[in-house]
């Protein structure tokens, strides 16, 4: 091998990039030769190449190729390109795929070659048509293996597939360096035409320097007997404008026999590469911006932050309807119809101030003028490309008057449309346009584009599902909430309800009053552990579970055992499923009963937090309740019930955990806070409830947050009437006449008659059944309710009474007569009651 010493003296060092002699490191360049900007030696140096002929034959191989593939120069020359290449083999016949590559004028793209010892290795494969004399063709085959980790391992199929359409300049010499084929890239790199350089050494083509010092280099490499790759910088004559930056590698030829057949020399625009490595670094970098969100809008417009000015100076992202807010059904590629002609603008982006390229802000519906790509974009599926289109000729956006002033006044010239879909679901477009960079887009450009919009994709179709999900447990939650809260004469009631912070979903929170008989009402809050829709779902279940057993009017102690037990059912059941595992069931829940008529709450919890209750001087007490297991955990400790005596116009706030315990403050804190802000019961209720959710209003909660505020009301004495009655014959008849006395006293004699009757039935029955005393009771609230009580525990029942048959019929009448009816238990007895409406003005 040559020495160092013998190259002239103003030669500098070039360095060797690839190769098994590491003795000969260092090569020459000329004085004039000037560092170009820095390259990853990778680009050229990791590439493996073959020389084919017309049919797909390999004519000569490399040692790179040896090294990629297992096989050597022996084993190839004179095959085949088929026994590596699989995309050579799958054309029947190869001139098939010669064809298509003639037709495209070479193959750029992802592919994959097989290894000798039978692996499949993915690499980036750009089959080049390289010219001889008298228009004779040969192909230069060129694989990189883009499954080697480089940094950032998702961006090797795009890292290959955006160098492989970068252009590179080919030239193969014979051993005497004389050009024997070349491609149309290398005139427009430095300037030499095509007949001036075939059958020409470098010295004959541009004498000087650097011609000899290249030629120095090609030698050096055919004299190494083996294949090896190097690298170096420098800036080439060009007679087209000023000069650039370009890498070359130089690789040895071998024939069948082993020998240098000649030199394959690469040249690649630094220029250019770098800003395809600035781009995929870009790329890299998205896969790390996208998906940490899971709004919609942001990611659109991350989308576009990350395209300006990279390689557009104008991006905007538009979405279906179905993307953007999560509702109907997903729109499929290929679907038409008016759904299709208005997006929505979820990001924009310019390189300009105020983004004045764009006619439409963020969130505002985008009409799509007819006759315009974006229809066949949403059509097919496919993207679309205009390098230049000029808006003082007839075009497609001439059609749309406000985006052709636009694109006058911002000087639009070339424009990119790429569709956002996600496998056969279309979520929207992103249209890229250059106004300020003269360069038009390439189809390097768009591969890049729909690289970054496919990632994209898979966020925003992420979000548009979680949006949906979040907006469909939402809507259940909102649905199975009471939407008016009815307290009767009871209570006054006000609410508010306030979900978690969006990145948690939505939760299991719920509260109710529902009406009782007596002019009672229930007082319920509970919640399910989990957010999402599956505990949305599990609280309407619960919440309908125990409406059923309120309307059987249990005591809450006894309701709560009943709701306990129809949870664990519910799990168990759940885990008996096919496919699906243990349920893990959890619920808090406090249920109370208010009696305006005694002012008696009666309450039990089930692991819940205890009411904060402010009694009309505004003290604040949390009642001592004994905490029962919450709901499904099985641990069969009986729940117990206390019972309070209020004054008139008290405050009883029933909350969840979400409201008194945050990130900064324990429940104990959250507690008292809550206390404080309620402890002025004069003041409307709704003003209370904004002043009790001020602390976790617009932070980020850990739990959702509802609060029930009740304010409680006293029956007056006037609006009660009750009798005892003896258990004899004589009890319906006074019973009737007590009845038509007390509504004739409250001006209702329009009821008289049909209260009769139902007292009627109801005091016989009492009587029949019964040995005790009996007791009737007349309240005159929102509703007339009559009640009897008797010492009889059992319930009646209606029939279906014979025609022949006296008795049986009473019940029947009493439903009849009565809006409701129903019983309830009581202490040593139960009470048999029946409602009558009252008109408006009888309240």
Not at 13 to 20: F, K
Not at 502 to 516: A, C
Not at 778 to 785: E, G
Not at 826 to 840: F, R, S, Y
Request: contains cysteine; aromatic residues 6%.
């Amino acid at each position: 091998m040559r020495s160092k010493q013998a190259y002239p003296p103003q030669i500098r060092t070039l360095r060797l990039c690839r190769g098994h002699s590491r003795n000969s490191s260092l090569i020459t360049m000329t004085d004039q030769a000037t560092a170009g900007p820095r390259m990853n030696a990778s680009d050229v140096s990791d590439t493996a190449f073959a020389l084919l002929d017309e049919q797909g034959t390999v004519v000569a191989w490399t040692q790179a190729a040896e090294q990629l593939v297992g096989y050597c120069a022996g084993e190839m020359v004179g095959r085949s390109a088929a026994l590596v290449m699989p995309s050579f083999d799958d054309a029947e016949p190869v001139s098939a795929f010669v064809d298509q590559c003639i037709a495209r004028n070479g193959w750029p793209g992802a592919s994959a070659v097989r290894h000798r010892d039978g692996r499949v290795l993915d690499v980036s494969l750009r089959v080049s048509v390289v010219w001889g004399r008298d228009g004779t063709m040969r192909w230069i085959a060129s694989v990189t293996d883009i499954g080697v980790p480089s940094g950032d391992a998702a961006i090797g199929p795009a890292r290959g597939a955006l160098l492989a359409r970068a252009p590179i300049g080919v030239v193969v010499r014979d051993l005497e360096l004389r050009c024997a084929w070349l491609n149309d890239v290398m005139e427009g790199q430095d300037g030499i035409s095509a007949e001036r350089r075939l059958g020409c050494r470098p010295t004959d083509a541009w004498p000087g320097t650097e011609a000899e010092a290249t030629e120095a280099v090609m030698r050096q490499v055919l004299r190494c007997g083996t294949t090896k790759v190097h690298e170096y910088r420098t800036w080439l004559p060009t007679s087209r404008g000023p000069e650039r930056p370009f890498a070359v590698s130089f690789s040895c030829l071998q024939g069948a026999d082993g020998r240098p057949l000649g030199v394959c020399t690469i040249s690649v625009d630094v220029t250019a590469n770098q800003k395809v490595r600035e781009r995929l670094a870009v790329l890299g970098e998205s896969g790390t911006r996208f998906g940490r969100t899971l709004d919609v809008m942001q990611t659109g417009q991350e989308l576009a932050d990350l395209a300006v000015p990279l390689f557009a100076d104008f991006v905007t992202v538009d979405l279906v309807q179905s993307a953007m807010f999560g509702e109907g059904a997903p729109v499929r590629i290929g679907s038409v119809g008016e759904r299709l002609r208005v997006l929505r603008r979820a990001g924009l982006a310019s390189i300009r101030p105020g983004v004045p390229e764009s006619p439409w802000g963020r969130g505002e519906p985008v009409p799509m003028p007819p006759d315009a790509p974006f229809f066949e974009v949403l059509h097919t599926g496919g993207s679309y490309l205009e390098p230049s289109f000029d808006t003082s000729v007839g075009t497609w956006i001439d059609k749309d008057p406000v985006r052709a002033r636009k694109a006058r006044e911002t000087g639009m010239h070339s424009v990119m449309l790429v569709p956002i879909r996600v496998r056969r679901v279309l979520l929207g477009v992103a249209l890229f346009i250059r106004t300020e960079n003269p360069a038009p887009f390439q189809e390097a450009d768009l591969l890049l584009a729909e690289e970054f919009v496919s990632r994209a994709a898979v966020s925003l179709d992420n979000a548009r599902q979680y949006t949906r999900e979040h907006n469909a447990a939402f809507a259940l939650q909102r649905a199975l909430l009471p939407r008016r809260l009815h307290g009767g004469m009871a209570v006054e009631t006000a609410s508010r309800y306030l979900p978690a912070d969006i990145e948690r979903g939505v939760g299991g929170d719920w509260f109710d009053v529902i009406p009782l008989s007596g002019a009672r009402v229930a007082l319920v809050v509970g919640d399910v552990v989990g957010h999402g829709i599956n505990a949305a779902a599990a609280m309407g279940g619960l919440r309908n579970a125990l409406r059923t057993l309120a309307d059987m009017e249990l005591p809450p102690d006894e309701l709560l055992t009943r709701l306990d037990d129809t949870v664990q059912r519910l799990a168990e059941a759940d885990a008996d499923a096919p496919d699906q595992g243990a349920t893990a069931v959890g619920a808090t829940c406090l249920y109370a009963v208010y009696d305006p008529v005694t002012r008696r709450c009666t309450m039990a919890t089930a692991g819940h937090l205890p009411p904060a209750i402010i009694d009309p001087n505004g003290r604040v007490t949390y009642p001592d309740l004994p905490t029962g297991a919450p709901l499904g955990i099985g641990l069969g400790v009986p729940f117990e019930a206390v019972e309070l005596e209020l004054p008139e116009g008290s405050l009883i706030a029933l909350y969840t955990d979400g409201l008194v315990e945050t990130r900064e403050d324990g429940i104990d804190e959250g507690m008292h806070r809550l206390g404080t802000a309620l402890a002025q019961p004069d003041t409307p209720l709704e003003d209370l409830c904004v002043r009790a959710m001020e602390p976790v209003q617009g932070q980020t909660a850990c739990d959702d947050a509802s609060l029930l505020l009740v304010r409680t009301h006293a029956l007056s004495p006037n609006r009660v009437a009750s009798w005892t009655l003896p258990s004899d014959d004589t009890a319906a008849r006074h019973a009737r006449n007590l009845t038509a006395g007390q509504l004739i006293e409250w001006g209702l004699e329009d009821l008289v008659d049909s209260t009769k009757l139902i007292v009627s039935e109801l005091v016989t029955n009492a009587v029949r059944h019964s040995t005790g005393p009996i007791d009737l009771r007349l309240i005159r609230h929102r509703a007339l309710t009559c009640e009897v009580a008797d010492t009889v525990t059992c319930f009646p029942r209606p029939r279906n009474a014979g025609t022949s048959e006296e008795n049986g019929r009473g019940l029947f009448l009493v439903s009849q007569l009565s809006g409701r009816w129903g019983t309830r238990p009581l202490q040593g007895g139960k009470v048999v009651w029946a409602e009558k409406d009252l008109a408006p003005r009888a309240s």
